[in-house]
């Protein structure tokens, strides 16, 4: 006799009899955690399990199906269909470029009270990139950058990015065994920093990995850049966008694991796998309107998409001040700044 006691002894209880005609089934389960419809879902899989075992008694468990052939479908092709058109050979610089054009006067970077347009931002980061293919920085070589967060830290970066090279960040504040072995691990011939960092970069080994040969560069001496005080060299350079020569496939950046499991990795990633991230998708809202805060540091993968996300959709990136902030101190500035996307 069947009784229904109406409460579940357990989470999810399956009980099988074995009768003349078969197996007869009940899956009982708990109303705060299933739904009916996912425990009728548990028991088709069950008898899909079973029809499968009858239809060959030989194959593997591990071969063995579970999904029906309406659920394979739909989770192979229909769920799996997630293909999206977006400017795959195009670099980071091009699509800049592109936004600078369409909208010269929005700003591009704000800090501290202070803004760069699109085009002041192109046109720094064009004389930056002329001095660097000058030291020989081109396609798939590596610029270390040591900066806090600042307007100057963009322009490097797009600097970097439109002279050819690829950009690697040593955080500040990282330990300087940490910064000796990334600018060893990378071979990098110039390092860009401010002038309040020039000891920072120095006591962590600065001077020592630029004596390795990159037989990729065509820079002899090895060139320690601060963007401050060594500017005026800089503003020299052409505000013309200048041709960098890559492709898509290209190196953008190398991003360092933390090292907790053992030596860290230098990760490289190319131009194509950051447009992927920030054209076209729809995981988060990009364009004009939009305000995005650069807060993460440039040596967390997390500030691809904070920065790119920005500039090459047309929207306007706050950044904030160096330093860590309290959660209040970051809810105010959010507020003030009327930051939509962190």
């Known amino acids: 006799m069947d009784v229904n006691t109406a409460t579940a002894k357990f989470d999810l209880t399956l009980s099988v009899e074995e009768h003349e005609s078969g197996l007869a ?22 008898q899909t399990l079973l029809e499968g075992i009858v239809a060959d008694p030989r194959q593997k468990i591990s071969h063995l199906p579970l999904l029906t052939e309406t659920e394979r479908q739909q989770l192979l092709a229909g769920w799996n269909d997630t293909t999206t058109a977006y400017p795959r050979d195009q670099t980071i610089p091009q ?12 700003v591009a970077v704000e800090f501290a009270g202070a803004g760069l347009t699109y085009r002041e931002l192109n046109e720094r980061a064009n004389r930056l990139a002329h001095y660097l293919q000058k030291l020989g920085v ?16 963009i322009v490097a970066l797009l600097g970097i990015l439109k002279a050819g090279g690829g950009y690697v960040s040593l955080d500040p504040t990282h330990p300087p065994e940490r910064l000796a072995f990334m600018l060893t691990d990378t071979g990098s011939p110039v390092l860009l920093t401010q002038e309040k960092l020039r000891l920072k970069c120095q006591a962590a080994g600065a001077a020592d990995p630029f004596q390795i040969e990159n037989r990729k560069s065509k820079i002899k ?15 020299r350079e052409s505000l013309a966008n200048p041709a960098g020569g890559v492709t898509a496939g290209n190196l953008a950046y190398v991003s360092y694991t933390s090292g907790s499991t053992g030596r860290p990795k230098g990760v490289c990633v190319p131009h194509r796998g950051v447009v992927r991230l920030v054209r076209n998708t729809n ?20 500030s691809t998409l904070e920065i790119w996300g920005a500039l090459l959709n047309g929207a306007k990136l706050m950044v904030f001040p160096p330093g860590t902030a309290s959660l209040t101190e970051l809810g105010e500035f959010i507020a003030k700044h009327r930051v939509t996307t962190l």
């Open 25 to 46: 089934t009940t899956l009982e389960y708990r109303t705060d955690l299933f739904e009916r419809e996912t425990s009728r879902r548990m028991l088709g899989h069950f």
């Open 95 to 106: 699509l800049f470029e592109e936004q600078a054009a369409q909208g010269p006067d929005a």
């Open 138 to 153: 081109g396609p798939d070589i590596l610029v270390t950058l040591c900066l806090e967060r600042s307007p100057e830290l």
């Open 221 to 235: 001496n090895p060139v320690l850049v601060c963007l401050d005080t060594g500017w005026d060299a800089i503003a």
């Open 283 to 302: 995981f988060a809202r990009f364009g004009p309107d939009e305000i995005l805060l650069q807060l993460a540091p440039v040596a967390f993968d997390a």
